[in-house]
């Protein structure tokens, strides 16, 4: 099982950015994909996920509308499209596979992938 993010970049305050998810090794029709960042100094903290077998979706509080994720199976990729980014969302972005539930436990997370940067500035 792998997992691989990417996506990120340098982008201005009120832009967006597309991260991607790839996934090898098993199929996202029912694992749970959840979406993690961790700004530096701080815990990783959840940041949406998707439930494998329904499509169903769980956001942060903080997101509040701006980030949509979602997911193509024949592609085995998850996706976490950012909008009206703020420079509080300068964070190192994960993908992982597991428990889609609005609790966003990190135990709950199977396998993890490498980050992707994303930095908002100006």
């Known amino acids: 099982v792998q997992l691989q993010a990417s996506g990120g970049g340098l982008v201005q305050p009120g832009g967006s950015l597309r991260l991607s998810c790839s996934a090898s090794?098993?199929?996202?029709?029912?694992?749970?994909i959840g979406w993690f960042r961790q700004i530096p100094g701080k815990e990783r903290e959840g940041v949406a996920c998707?439930?494998?077998?329904?499509?169903?979706?769980v956001y942060a509080d903080f997101v509040k509308g701006r980030f949509i994720v979602s997911k193509d199976d024949a592609r085995s990729e998850s996706y976490l499209q950012l909008n009206s980014l703020k420079p509080e969302d300068t964070a190192v972005y994960f993908c992982a596979t597991g428990l889609c539930n609005r609790w966003f436990r990190l135990i709950d997370y199977d396998f993890w992938g490498q980050g992707t940067l994303v930095t908002v500035s100006s």
């Open positions: 998707i439930n494998g077998q329904d499509g169903s979706t």
């Open positions: 090794g098993f199929t996202l029709d029912y694992y749970g």
